[in-house]
């Protein structure tokens, strides 16, 4: 598989905004079957599931970023992006692009089994 690579992680002031891309050079998105997803962890914990997207359109948001954070998917650059708004500190942790086959309507229709190298979030009060 075309490996992964996010960017667009930076040090913002709490309320502040980032928009973080995915993209893997050389690979199409395919036109269906897939999700693609963005995951965070910070140190200590385990990896969450932040926002996904299937190629069909069906998207999830955790409770935690819904109305702040959109994912995107533009299918003519092959590009998955992540609008994330209203920063808040909690939201500092290291951001994966993820790709797995699925669809569907929760977050267990999707199986992520391929990661990107993370982009670092930081949100300062």
């Known amino acids: 598989q075309v490996p992964l690579v996010e960017s667009g992680g930076e040090s913002v002031q709490a309320g502040g905004s980032l928009r973080l891309s995915c993209e893997a050079p050389g690979y199409s998105i395919p036109i269906s079957g897939y999700c693609l997803g963005w995951f965070r962890r910070t140190p200590g914990e385990e990896r969450e599931g932040v926002a996904r997207i299937t190629t069909a359109g069906n998207i999830l948001y955790a409770d935690s970023v819904k109305g702040r954070f959109t994912i995107s998917l533009d299918k003519t650059k092959d590009t998955l992006y992540l609008q994330m708004d209203s920063l808040r500190p909690e939201d500092s942790a290291m951001y994966y692009c993820?790709?797995?086959?699925?669809?569907?309507?929760?977050?267990?229709?999707?199986?992520?089994?391929?990661w990107g190298p993370g982009t670092q979030v930081t949100v300062s009060s």
């Open positions: 993820g790709r797995g086959r699925g669809g569907g309507t929760i977050w267990a229709d999707c199986a992520f089994g391929d």
